[in-house]
Structures are given as structure tokens and as C-alpha cells.
């Protein structure tokens, strides 16, 4: 096997940079679900003690397949990132051992893009969820 030339590396790294940039958009997506789910559990837990009143009962409801949807979310998002970070693995090791590996980066790409559409139609489900029970000024 040869020693990879520093400027065959250089170009995998470039080849690298784009799905770096998607696992920044990953976080962000991560950090927002994350925020959520806190929300949510801080607000369930206020309204637990309440628990006994019909309409806490309904708002409690909502709150478990709004928490849902985000931790499904959450799930997704990671697994995007396992994805993209598959991505640059193999972009490496094909690199480094002259292998041509195209298809499984198609592949490990694709993956990755499913879950992120997954985690992008989780939170917004979960946004249309939360918006569709507001009731300001109504008791």
C-alpha cells in the first residue's frame, strides 16, 4: 500500500467539509428538539399535581405524544449524525486504502438524509400539535 500524498488527503478533507456543515444543521435541529422536551417535561410536571381536573387530563395527553414526537425526533437527529459521521469515515478510508467505496457513501448519505427528513417532519408535527391546542384567554 503507498503513503497517502498529503494533497490526496487534503481533497478528502474538502470532500469532508460539506457533511460537517449538515452535522452543524444537525445540532441545531438537536439542540431546539432537546429544548422542547424539556419544556414539555417541565410543563407535565406542573400539571401532574393538577391531575384529577378533565381538561389538565387532556392537556396531559397532549403533552405525552408531543414528548414523543420529539424524543422521536431526537432519535432521528442522532441517527443522522451517525450517518454523516459513517460518511466521512468511509470517505477517509476509501481514500487511505485506494478502495472505491461511492455506493456505500451514496448509501451512508441517503440514510442520513432520511432520518433528518424524519427528525424535520417529528418536530414540525410536534409544532402543529402544540399550536393546535393553544387557548389563550379560554378557561
Known amino acids: ?11 478528502v478533507i474538502q470532500l469532508a ?11 441545531s435541529v438537536l439542540g431546539i428538539l432537546t429544548s422542547r422536551l424539556a419544556r414539555i417535561i417541565d410543563r407535565g410536571r406542573i400539571l401532574a399535581a393538577k391531575a384529577e381536573a378533565p381538561d389538565v387530563r387532556h392537556e396531559l395527553d397532549v403533552l ?15 441517527t443522522t ?11 477517509f478510508f476509501g481514500e487511505l486504502t485506494a478502495t472505491p467505496l461511492g455506493y456505500v457513501v451514496a448509501v451512508e448519505f441517503s ?4 432520518a433528518f427528513i424524519a427528525a424535520l417532519l417529528a418536530f414540525l408535527r410536534e ?6 391546542t393553544l387557548h389563550f384567554g379560554k378557561r
Open 17 to 27: 467539509v460539506a457533511p460537517v456543515f449538515l452535522l452543524l444543521a444537525v445540532g
Open 127 to 132: 409544532i402543529f400539535l402544540a399550536t393546535g
Open 64 to 78: 405525552g405524544r408531543r414528548a414523543r414526537l420529539v424524543n422521536f425526533g431526537i432519535t432521528m437527529g442522532v
Open 81 to 91: 449524525a451517525l450517518f454523516v459521521g459513517a460518511v466521512i469515515i468511509t470517505l
Open 1 to 11: 500500500m503507498n503513503e497517502p500524498v498529503v494533497a490526496d488527503i487534503a481533497r
Open 111 to 114: 440514510l442520513a438524509m432520511v
